[in-house]
């Protein structure tokens, strides 16, 4: 069974969530969960949506879809919002409480984020957030800077693909670092196939290779081992399947060699 994470556009149908010239966080919300959700289609992850329309659930049914829907990881996401404009801007991930997976995510998603312009507003526990409180899952609700803040409205608008990619990359690379990967429900429970493309003392040159391969639309990622930083790609059960990958990536002029 392959892993599933659920997205969780905020708001919806009669609820705009916050609102700044014309701006609707709920829009906004589902635009953004629906470019990560390709994202993790692409790395082989089963994802699946609260709403993939503009309809409106209360918190406490989003938290009931999520758990009838048997996923093993949840991201809602919001845009927040000042009582001012311009009184405050960047991202901030919620937690439940700070332990764990989630917690890990939260800065990874922040960390990615920050990388992109927007300021760091931190990894912060809210135990009373239903969607947090009542899912059977590790939970996070991304706050994608401030809907009233030109700063952050300008990050936003311009970075698009980028800010999904950052929060599809920190959800690949946490659960990775955990050893979970898209095939698999529970971490190392049997033995797996990936074809490597590289192997850099050099980080920045792995991922550099990694963003190139995740253009070219393969399941690649980078893994640290014995110091080096090795990029792999997919994550097969059969020899036969890691195989066939490989002659794909062969074809486009890829050294590799298959790894268990
Ligand atoms: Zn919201």
Do not use: W
């Not at 959700?37 to 699946?48: I, Q, T």
């Not at 949506?49 to 918190?59: K, M």
């Not at 033995?191 to 399941?219: D, H, I, K, T, W």
């Amino acid at each position: 069974m392959a892993y599933k994470i659920i997205l969780d556009p905020g708001h919806g149908g009669s609820d705009p969530g916050a609102t700044f010239n014309g701006r609707q966080e709920k829009d906004e919300a589902l635009g953004l969960a629906m470019s990560v959700g390709k994202l993790l289609e692409n790395a082989g992850f089963d994802v699946a949506y609260t709403r993939t329309t503009d309809v409106y659930n209360t918190p406490f049914e989003k938290a009931t879809i999520a758990n009838n829907m048997r996923g093993d990881l949840f991201v809602s996401f919001h845009r927040n919002s000042a009582p001012n404009a311009d009184m405050y801007n960047g991202v901030q991930t919620l937690v439940y409480n700070d332990q764990g997976l989630k917690a890990e995510l939260a800065r990874n998603i922040n960390e990615n984020l920050v990388a992109l312009g927007f300021a760091d507003k931190g990894v912060v526990e809210r135990p009373n957030l239903v969607v947090l409180k009542r899912t059977k899952m590790p939970a996070v609700l991304i706050e994608a800077g401030f809907i009233n803040s030109a700063v952050d409205n300008e990050i936003f608008d311009n970075k698009q693909n980028e800010i999904a990619q950052a929060i599809a990359d920190a959800i690949i690379d946490t659960l990775y670092d955990r050893g979970i990967h898209a095939n698999d429900c529970k971490p190392n429970n049997s033995q797996s196939y990936s074809v490597q493309v590289g192997a850099f003392r050099n980080r920045q040159l792995a991922e550099s290779l990694n963003l190139q391969l995740r253009r070219q639309g393969f399941p690649s990622r980078v893994v640290k081992e014995d110091n080096l930083f090795k990029v792999r790609v997919g994550d097969f059960r059969t020899l036969d399947n890691a195989v066939a990958m490989e002659l794909k990536l062969r074809l486009l002029g890829y050294n590799t060699f298959v790894v268990s």
